[in-house]
């Protein structure tokens, strides 16, 4: 909820200790994630006894294009070695899983006999090409070796032992070179090209924002908050550039960077659903009867309702982003937790338009209504471009899935701050000029004690 006095914004207690405690997660998340992040350039140790336990070590998934796909391995010492690195597709990943013994187990030699490719990595340094792929296809990696079926256990003195993999697809070139998976094919170019948009863009138009600002009007802490939005975007997006330019070399980038992009999309994420929650259940979007009983507000138990929602969609967030190995905001429905925070996500939506629909019918201005129901139009474009985009993609190729929810989430919500600036910012600035504006507009301010009286 929000109260208007003397032109700016007193949030309730509830939003305000939500928006604190979700700033100190994200710095506490950036501790939490820097170690956990992976890449297509894979370092670790093959364990011999984990992999026994385990029926095989898993080593990670890559995507490859459908044309031609190159694995090269690297171990640092050149003794003597006799594992695997076995490939499956998903299918036959699924299928191996399936594959039981007469006690119930898995079956672990069936399993590594339905591998559609295996690499022996017996010298200290090899490559291995995946010719004539018929079609873009995501590979499990595998590690096995003598002990990994083995009915009797393994020695006990076994070691383990480093490794380097580096998977590569072919580039416009048609050399192996490439490190990004078909999955994250044109991630880089967008990013670029959204970074240079978004700079451009500010050199134009950051000294008109700020003397907008500096005024203090109105509209000036809904300015403040869409300006954070926009700012926070800019950082993440310039970030994930770095990252995808440093990954397209070495094939592991800058996982810090790729981390803070992350969490500069959660805490703007955070923002314009404090915002929206606060403009939709407080004074800002009333009527003048609806003002009236401003303190029946503050008691409301729609508004606990959704500070509850929001709270509990800001854990879950933060419980998927530590505890999942693919953590981005834009494929995190793979995951339970991630199904959650969309189901959390179109509830907020519908309490959001709830609401407005307590609003609308009580407005006999014209222009009130064309400004709620552009308001109601552009939140409901960042609410729900992410959730339509992950239905839409269930029609699409696997390979294509990911690049069309993180691409079009991006711009659809970066398009949904930019309207809602552009919305606010004209009001704003109608509100200074028209001498009209107590007759048309909810609120107007009393020059002589400085304060926000109902319009009649």
């Given at each position: 909820?929000?109260d208007?006095?003397c032109?700016?914004?007193?949030t309730s207690?509830?939003?305000?200790?939500?928006?604190?405690?979700?700033?100190?997660?994200?710095?506490l998340l950036?501790?939490?994630l820097?170690?956990?992040?992976?890449?297509?350039t894979?370092r670790?140790?093959?364990?011999?006894?984990?992999a026994a336990?385990s029926?095989?070590?898993?080593?990670?998934?890559?995507?490859?294009?459908g044309?031609?796909?190159?694995?090269?391995h690297?171990?640092?010492?050149?003794?003597?070695?006799?594992?695997?690195?076995f490939?499956?597709?998903?299918?036959?990943?699924?299928q191996g899983?399936?594959k039981r013994?007469?006690e119930?187990?898995?079956?672990?030699?069936g399993?590594l006999?339905v591998?559609?490719?295996v690499v022996t990595?017996?010298?200290k340094?090899?490559?291995?090409?995946l010719?004539?792929?018929?079609?873009?296809?995501?590979l499990h990696a595998?590690y096995?070796?003598m002990?990994?079926c083995?009915?009797a256990?393994?020695?006990t003195?076994l070691?383990t032992t480093?490794f380097v993999l580096h998977?590569?697809?072919?580039d416009?070139h048609?050399?192996t070179?490439?490190h990004?998976?078909?999955?994250?094919t044109g991630?880089?170019g967008?990013y670029e090209l959204?970074?240079?948009i978004y700079?451009?863009?500010?050199c134009?138009w950051?000294?008109?924002?700020?003397?907008?600002i500096?005024?203090?009007?109105?509209?000036?802490d809904v300015?403040?908050m869409?300006?954070t939005?926009?700012c926070?975007?800019?950082v993440?997006s310039l970030?994930?550039?770095i990252?995808?330019?440093g990954y397209?070399?070495?094939?592991?980038?800058s996982?810090?960077?790729e981390?803070?992009?992350e969490?500069?999309d959660?805490?703007?994420?955070?923002?314009?659903?404090?915002m929206m929650?606060?403009?939709?259940?407080?004074?800002t979007l009333g009527?003048?009867?609806?003002?009236v009983?401003?303190q029946?507000?503050k008691?409301?138990p729609?508004?606990?309702?959704?500070?509850?929602?929001?709270i509990?969609?800001?854990?879950?967030i933060?419980w998927?982003q530590?505890w999942y190995y693919d953590?981005?905001?834009y494929h995190a429905?793979?995951?339970?937790?991630g199904?959650?925070i969309?189901?959390?996500?179109v509830?907020?939506?519908l309490?959001f338009a709830?609401t407005?629909?307590?609003v609308?019918?009580?407005e006999?201005?014209?222009?009130r209504r064309?400004?709620y129901?552009?308001?109601?139009k552009?939140?409901f474009?960042w609410?729900?471009?992410?959730p339509?985009l992950?239905?839409?993609?269930?029609v699409?190729?696997?390979h294509f899935?990911?690049?069309?929810?993180n691409?079009?989430?991006?711009?659809?919500?970066?398009?949904?701050?930019v309207?809602l600036?552009?919305?606010f910012?004209s009001?704003s600035l109608y509100w200074?000029?028209?001498?009209?504006?107590?007759?048309t507009l909810?609120l107007?301010?009393?020059k002589?004690?400085?304060?926000?009286?109902l319009?009649s």
């Amino acid at each position: 909820m929000v109260d208007y006095v003397c032109g700016t914004i007193r949030t309730s207690p509830i939003l305000s200790k939500l928006k604190s405690i979700m700033l100190a997660s994200f710095c506490l998340l950036l501790l939490f994630l820097t170690p956990l992040c992976n890449s297509k350039t894979v370092r670790g140790k093959f364990d011999p006894a984990s992999a026994a336990t385990s029926h095989g070590q898993y080593i990670g998934k890559f995507c490859f294009s459908g044309q031609n796909g190159r694995i090269e391995h690297i171990r640092p010492d050149d003794s003597p070695f006799s594992g695997k690195l076995f490939l499956f597709t998903a299918e036959q990943w699924d299928q191996g899983l399936m594959k039981r013994t007469e006690e119930g187990s898995i079956d672990c030699a069936g399993r590594l006999a339905v591998a559609e490719h295996v690499v022996t990595l017996t010298s200290k340094a090899g490559n291995h090409t995946l010719k004539d792929l018929k079609k873009p296809i995501v590979l499990h990696a595998l590690y096995a070796d003598m002990y990994t079926c083995s009915k009797a256990p393994p020695p006990t003195q076994l070691t383990t032992t480093d490794f380097v993999l580096h998977f590569f697809n072919p580039d416009s070139h048609g050399e192996t070179v490439n490190h990004f998976s078909c999955e994250e094919t044109g991630l880089l170019g967008f990013y670029e090209l959204l970074t240079l948009i978004y700079f451009v863009l500010g050199c134009i138009w950051a000294p008109r924002l700020y003397a907008n600002i500096a005024k203090r009007g109105p509209m000036h802490d809904v300015l403040v908050m869409l300006t954070t939005v926009l700012c926070l975007q800019a950082v993440g997006s310039l970030c994930m550039f770095i990252h995808l330019y440093g990954y397209s070399t070495d094939g592991q980038g800058s996982p810090l960077m790729e981390n803070v992009s992350e969490l500069a999309d959660i805490a703007a994420q955070f923002e314009m659903l404090y915002m929206m929650l606060s403009l939709s259940l407080g004074w800002t979007l009333g009527s003048a009867k609806t003002q009236v009983k401003s303190q029946i507000w503050k008691s409301s138990p729609l508004a606990k309702v959704a500070a509850g929602m929001a709270i509990t969609q800001g854990v879950l967030i933060l419980w998927e982003q530590i505890w999942y190995y693919d953590h981005s905001p834009y494929h995190a429905h793979q995951s339970l937790t991630g199904l959650l925070i969309l189901v959390l996500r179109v509830a907020l939506a519908l309490l959001f338009a709830h609401t407005l629909q307590q609003v609308l019918p009580n407005e006999r201005s014209a222009m009130r209504r064309e400004f709620y129901s552009n308001f109601a139009k552009f939140c409901f474009l960042w609410f729900f471009a992410y959730p339509v985009l992950v239905l839409t993609s269930l029609v699409l190729a696997q390979h294509f899935r990911r690049k069309v929810v993180n691409i079009g989430a991006v711009t659809a919500q970066t398009v949904a701050v930019v309207l809602l600036y552009r919305l606010f910012l004209s009001r704003s600035l109608y509100w200074e000029v028209s001498a009209l504006s107590s007759a048309t507009l909810p609120l107007r301010m009393d020059k002589k004690n400085l304060s926000i009286k109902l319009s009649s």
